[in-house]
């Protein structure tokens, strides 16, 4: 039987989206291989979830131990290497975030099963997978395939990146499997969680956001961003880059890592529009965006798109909202 | 503490408008202007950071060819005590995993306590290298990491999750970690830095002095091979506004006032 293991992704008690996302797409791979689908749920206690996964595969292959409580690279490896082996999967698909990131490489290169990473694209083809990824930073998409050839082989999936289909639930049974783990001391130990520091404004809340992002070029170009946002009446947010060079809060990110916001009007300038930037802005109400490059991937999630040099686009844009705001 | 940074020389496609060259396979480098890797740029800083603060010595290493030089000097310029490149005809296409092999095999050969990555490269993003290192090296790994706190014979470090949240972890030496954007500031390379440094010698090692066999490295080593590129669908795409600066300032406006900006 060809068998393709979804890893389940959770995080303080909850499964994440992109466990349900692989699960819609491990379906139509599944169905369309005459094969089954099963999902690894790994954790402590873990009954709640285990109920909620059984509508969308054939099997729930739960492994529960007090020493998952907490996710961690060394125990999961264990463990999904054991799983993998025993099981021997034609697909083991894990979430590109920064939980897979931790774990997907390393179990690969030891099991020897040949890995595409942050696939936005997966098909099934002779025997094997086609798959898409994108390069350079979403400016361009390749089509990839395995060079080395299975029988098994493992992805790692966009977050966001595959709808979820809406489909007749499955009878999933709750396979119970032992835990491999020992009291053997790890070499790497979980601690704790912490959560970012509060802003001093909430974004979140915001009904008008301007986001400048990389394209602002220098901290000392803000103010002219900042006085078109009083203007307007919308508050300053950003991309990462603006945040990883310390001009602007992390509180004042949106994206993957920052805040994910739902303002009626985002004005997007100077930001490429990198996936884990879209992930955060993509249900604004109404999107603006202006960039130099007429390439930029945010023009393919904007209603709307101005091509400019943002120097010289952003004053006339701040006189004219002024000046018509006094009319 | 002596650290070991694996970094690589990429082509800055941020802001540039890129295309599709005759092969299919690859985007025209011709016009582009090439730099240090920014999560490698980032993962170079904190090692010079480290020894700043503990003493002992930072060695950079690039897979690839002579033009990696230009990334490497960066490195020595930014503080780094000795670079090495890893070049060979034979390591043409390769994936992250052939990657790694190469990297994880001259490093086996050094002492070291810690390994420095950057968490992925602007270009291919495969996010691999690093960790499949590391379990070449038989040595723990944390990925994507925001704050390091060197401790006795450890290292606490903070991965960056989703959402804002962060997960502390602590990890023993010797270990490998990616190292994640906005970290550090990278300090700042003036070109008398770069001169400084453009007499010292960057030894360039070979498949055979890696004892690596032609199949194991490349594209024969590799676990993927990129069929052909093209530019994304854009889906419907945004609706273009037009015109001269006021004309667009205009429109901007209108769009503002209908869709419930401007009060």
């Not at chain 1, 595969?57 to 739960?62: D, G, I, K, S």
């Not at chain 2, 070109?191 to 490295?217: C, H, Q, T, W, Y």
Request: a negative charge; aromatic letters at 6%; glycine letters at 10%.
């Amino acid at each position: 039987m060809k068998e393709i293991i979804v890893i389940a992704e959770h995080r303080q008690g909850e499964l994440r989206d992109v466990t349900w996302e692989m699960l819609s797409k491990g379906r139509q791979l599944s169905e369309s291989l005459g094969g089954e689908l099963s999902v690894a749920l790994l954790g402590k206690d873990m009954k709640n979830l285990a109920e909620a996964l059984k509508p969308k595969a054939n099997r729930v292959l739960l492994i529960e131990d007090n020493r998952l409580e907490f996710y961690n690279s060394e125990t999961y490896e264990k463990v999904l290497t054991q799983l993998v082996t025993e099981r021997k999967p034609m697909l083991t698909m894990i979430g590109h975030t920064a939980t897979g990131m931790d774990f997907a490489p390393s179990l690969a290169a030891h099991l020897k099963i040949p890995l595409a990473t942050d696939c936005i694209g997966i098909d099934s083809k002779d025997e094997a997978f086609a798959l898409t990824r994108q390069i350079y930073g979403g400016k361009i998409n390749a089509a990839v395939s395995f060079l080395k050839k299975g029988p098994q082989y493992m992805v790692t999936a966009r977050a966001g990146a595959f709808p979820v289909v809406e489909k007749e639930p499955l009878s999933g049974e709750i396979v119970f499997v032992p835990s491999p783990l020992t009291d053997e001391a790890l070499a790497r130990r979980f601690l704790e969680y912490m959560e970012a520091a509060v802003g001093e404004v909430d974004i979140t809340q915001a009904d008008i956001l301007i986001s400048i992002g990389r394209g602002i070029k220098d901290a000392e170009n803000i103010p002219l961003v900042k006085e078109l946002a009083d203007s307007i009446g919308g508050v300053l947010a950003c991309s990462r880059p603006v945040v990883d060079k310390k001009w602007l809060p992390k509180s004042s990110q949106v994206g993957t890592s920052g805040k994910t916001v739902k303002p009626k009007i985002y004005v997007a300038i100077g930001i490429s529009g990198a996936f884990q930037h879209v992930a955060g802005m993509k249900g604004a109400g109404t999107i603006i965006a202006i960039n130099k490059d007429p390439k930029a991937p945010i023009f393919g999630v904007a209603q709307y798109g101005i091509v400019a040099d943002l120097f010289k686009i952003i004053p006339v844009i701040k006189d004219k909202v002024k000046g018509l705001k006094k009319s | 503490m002596n650290i070991i940074v694996c970094i690589k020389r990429v082509p800055d496609t941020a802001d540039a408008d890129i295309s599709i060259d005759k092969s299919g396979k690859d985007i025209e480098k011709g016009g582009l202007a090439f730099d240090l890797n920014e999560w490698d740029s980032y993962a170079i800083e904190e090692a010079i950071l480290l020894k700043e603060k503990l003493g002992g010595t930072v060695t950079v290493l690039s897979a690839g060819g002579e033009d990696s030089n230009e990334s490497l000097r960066k490195c020595l310029a930014m503080g780094a005590d000795e670079a090495f490149r890893l070049t060979d005809p034979a390591f043409a296409g390769g994936d992250g995993f052939a990657t790694a092999r190469i990297l994880a095999e001259a490093i086996r050969k050094k002492p070291y306590d810690l390994i420095l990555t950057g968490t992925q490269a602007e270009d291919d993003g495969y996010g691999q290298v690093g960790l499949v290192m590391a379990e070449m090296l038989s040595i723990p790994h944390v990925s994507i990491v925001n704050r390091i706190e060197v401790q006795e014979k450890k290292i606490k470090a903070h991965r960056e999750l989703e959402g804002g949240l962060e997960e502390v972890v602590e990890v023993d030496l010797p270990a490998l970690l990616t190292i994640q954007t906005g970290i550090n500031e990278p300090r700042y390379v003036s070109i008398m830095g770069i001169r400084k440094v453009a007499k010292k010698e960057i030894k360039a090692f070979g498949a055979s002095d890696l004892n690596l066999k032609p199949e194991e490295v490349g594209s024969p080593g590799s676990d993927i091979q990129l069929e052909k590129i093209f530019l994304p669908p854009v889906g419907e795409g945004a609706e273009m506004l037009e015109g001269k600066p006021e004309e667009i300032a205009q429109k901007v406006f209108d769009i503002l006032k209908d869709k419930g900006g401007v009060a």
